[in-house]
């Protein structure tokens, strides 16, 4: 019986890779018109089918997957930090700023562009990296970087920021406060070519640089005294995966908007199954937050075609049931 247990795994785990392969390449063609496999070997200028799979639909998935990739593996940092399976990336201010950012461009400050992006993004982003900045000082108050003084600061940074969001939509115009609430739901409607070129880097190298501090993060998701006593620098290590952290999550919502859930969903269920090492951890992590966001993409983009839904709702409404099972399955066991 044993046996056949073994020999079922071993085959899924062989045929697995191909079905994901298979279910990442079908999905660019699923949406209000359904599109023929063969038409990835038609240029994109040889038909108007052609022009939109590869210049509006591929890079929207490619965007869909890079942000699941990230917020995913971002959440599985935080969640390790602050060992509660309810942290998410956006639990230290970085999604409020990168809020602020935007809600201040769309209602005050008149557009422009710079490297391929325009202000709402570029402001976006650096409401974020200000976040980051203002967490980092208040967390540096203290010496030992302690995960606890760090969340605190999160929280009072979020506040203070989603106060301050509020306050614009309160006093803009009727137009900004409706573009300001669109952009606050998150979406990936009108992701340009440019855009999904530039997230591309992100996307890999971040990662990546977790990927290497994985035997830091099992020895930091056990105690910050067994780190110290295994010659982690507990302080630089928390600092910079803060940081990492901070710049991909500000990337991605600077051009995507806060999509909510991500990054709670897929790591915990990740590290319920495959277990708590966080290198296998953050490439699972970054495979399956992708194929999730985008799945959620693709069904924002077909259930009520011809129009579509922002795919911020459609994670929200996967995200709120899950959310309350946690709280209702670990609620005594984890604590802040």
Known sequence: MMHRKQTLRDIILLILPFIYVAVLIYLPLIGPVRYPLSLYTTDADQSIAAHILWRIRLPRCVMAYCGGALLAVGGMVFQSLFRNPLATPFTLGVSSGCSLGAALSIAALPYFSLFGFDSTTLCA?????????????????????????????????????????????????????????????????????????????????????????????DLLLVGDEIAVSKGIDIRTVKFMLFLLVSIMVSCIVAICGPIAFVGMIIPHMCRLIFGPRHRKLTVLSFLWGGLFLLLCDTIARTVTAPTELPVGLITAFLGGPFFLWILIQYGKTYHL
């Not at 999904?196 to 290497?212: C, E, K, Q």
């Open 125 to 217: 982003f650096g409401g974020g990296m200000l976040a980051t900045g203002v967490v980092y000082l208040l967390t540096s108050l203290r010496r030992d970087f302690h995960s606890t003084y760090m969340l605190l600061a999160g929280i009072a940074v979020t506040l203070f920021f989603s106060s301050m969001v509020l306050l614009i939509q309160y006093t803009a115009h009727f137009h900004s406060t409706f573009h300001i609430f669109r952009w606050l739901i998150g979406g990936i409607e009108t992701v340009s070519v440019t855009a999904m070129v530039r997230i591309i880097p992100v996307t890999l190298v971040i990662p990546l640089i977790i990927f290497l501090y994985g035997k830091e993060l």
